[in-house]
Nanobody, 120 residues
Framework: QVQLVESGGGLVQPGGSLRLSCAAS????????MGWYREAPGKHREPVAT???????NYADSVKGRFTISRDNAKNTVFLQMNSLKPEDTAVYYC??????????????WGQGTQVTVSS
């Protein structure tokens, strides 16, 4: 069974930094695009940043210049470096991956989520 497992969330003061990690485990062929999404209380889940297998990135306007997504393909891991955090960044952050389980089986998988709280 393939799993995406996030880590690195927590409580941080405004202006602080956090680094999220998400590692894929299990048996699969490859991972295409990976990304981070977030869901704040009372709001829909929204994309934060995505990265292709070749390293092309895309960011939500609200995090451009503050967040950086990266990945280590050898370790099947994606990272989200979050700087200059604001209270409005508070949310549960979810990792997403387009995982090729077999040659003809491509699945969209989600991690369990990690809480990020920005508060003084």
């Amino acid at each position: 069974q393939v799993q995406l497992v996030e880590s690195g969330g927590g409580l941080v003061q405004p202006g602080g930094s956090l680094r999220l990690s998400c590692a894929a485990s299990g048996s699969f062929v490859s991972i295409n695009a990976m990304g981070w999404y977030r869901e704040a209380p009372g709001k829909h889940r929204e994309p934060v940043a995505t990265i292709t297998s070749s390293g092309s990135t895309n960011y939500a306007d609200s995090v451009k210049g503050r967040f950086t997504i990266s990945r280590d393909n050898a370790k099947n891991t994606v990272f989200l470096q979050m700087n200059s955090l604001k209270p409005e960044d508070t949310a549960v952050y979810y990792c997403n991956g387009e995982v090729r389980l077999t040659r003809n089986n491509l699945r969209d998988l989600w991690g369990q989520g990690t809480q990020v709280t920005v508060s003084s």
